[in-house]
């Protein structure tokens, strides 16, 4: 049988990193067999639908380079690929699992539901329905749902366990008395998230389930549905959940960060997927960097751990460093200037001094608009930290500075070459070097401790403003 995955994000907003965790790896394992990988929108929660979040997770999946076999966008034949077009089959199926006694009509109103919520608060035990509408016989219920409100529970076994085996956790066998009687089909005819999903994957032909481990122990729940109908059931991967660097799980509703965040942030879109790819998953060999394409190649389900991934900005910072210093000049423009831009005038900068200051900074860049930090020396006033006071204050500075500002003023001819004579002169004249003599200096024209090669630095600055920081 192909191989095929599905990516099935909700339209509730922009996606978090580890929703795109998840849909990478479907496409992972998808192309490392050849397979497909389907996008399918699941909007069934009306409620939470963001106008325009369904263009941010194309927009996301192609900056990344996932792209689709079937989907809403480009068709295939186990269409509509949106599942508020698909509404008709879930109610055929749900109706059709009453009739065969894995499911009945519900007919309680919420006024009852939140005082068996309330119940169990007080008693401080999970909710679990009662069961009570499962008694009402099937004749009399159909006569009900013509007139009355009404929503579809599947019928769940109160004794004995369910096992299955999942790729990642082994087996896994949940107590029957646990599993709720939940709704399949609400009363506004729309499908549950759990309904919906089982239907969609058996009739798109998804043999590879993959998602997040907190429906470790809901999976029996979806597999009571796959033997109701007498369908074959999937292989599924469960991932190890992503926290927060607070320790809590990565959510959209938490405001946590999102992809379309950290790309309008100047982080590059391979770079993203090679460090969400790290977040629960291990090469044979420990290595760190990779292309898409190497991934699939090298990728193995197998190799996902059980222990949750720490979402590590510092991490995420150091590989997409990497992948900083491959840029040519004008990608690394195109991710550094519109920050600068919005953040300082440049009017009076030439195009040969903008790019001149992002080049230099090349090397030190965590992400695009980190570069606003970074040269804000060339831009506002200095304000040293106690760490550059401190140095300041030794014996050698004060003679080291003076001799630098003597020798900059001699400089006619305003480039690197003159800027780096004088900088020798001054080791020369001070009986400096190393440290003691390009901290002072560093320090004194830029604010900064460490930086960019630090003639470059002062000349972007100009003459005249680093003289007037060497008066100060």
Known sequence: MKVRTRFAPSPTGYMHVGNL???IFEYLIAKKNNGDFILRIEDTDQERYVEGAVDFIYKTCSLCGLEFDEGPNNGGEFGPYIQSERLDLYKK??????????????????????????????????????????????????????????????????????VYEDLVYGTIKVENSVLEDQILLKSDGYPTYNFANVIDDHLMGITHVVRGNEYLMATPKYNLLYEA????????????????????????????????????????????????????????????????????????????????????????????????????????????????????????????WVRKLISIYKDHLSYGKQIVELTKMFFEDLSLDDECVEFLKQDTVSDTLSVFKDEISKIEDWNVLSINEAINNTKNKANVKGKMLYMPIRIKVSGVMHGPELADTIYLLGKEKVLKRLEG
């Open 229 to 352: 109908f007498g369908w074959q059931k999937p292989t599924y991967i469960h991932l190890p959940m992503v926290n927060g660097e607070d320790g809590k799980k990565l959510s959209k509703r938490r405001g946590d960060t999102s992809f379309m965040e950290l790309y309008e942030m100047g982080y590059l879109p391979e770079a993203i997927v090679n460090y969400l790819v790290l977040l629960g998953w291990t090469s044979e060999d420990s290595r760190e960097i990779f292309t898409l394409d190497e991934l699939i190649d090298v990728f193995d389900p197998k190799r996902i751990g059980r222990s949750p991934a720490c979402y590590d900005v510092k991490k995420l910072n150091w590989i997409n460093s990497f992948y900083i210093k491959k840029l040519d000049l004008e990608k690394l423009l195109e991710i550094t200037v519109p920050h600068l831009e919005k953040q300082y005038d440049l009017k009076d900068k030439s195009d040969e």
């Open 93 to 162: 199926y749900a109706h059709e699992l009453v009739d065969k006694g894995h499911a009945y009509y519900c007919f309680c109103d919420e006024e009852r539901l939140n005082a068996l919520r309330k119940e169990a608060d007080d008693k401080k035990i999970p909710f679990l329905y009662d069961g009570k509408c499962k008694s009402i016989p099937l004749e009399e219920a159909k006569k009900r749902i013509s007139s009355e409100k009404y929503v579809i529970r599947q019928k769940m076994p109160k004794e004995g366990v369910s």
């Open 21 to 23: 965790r998840s849909a």
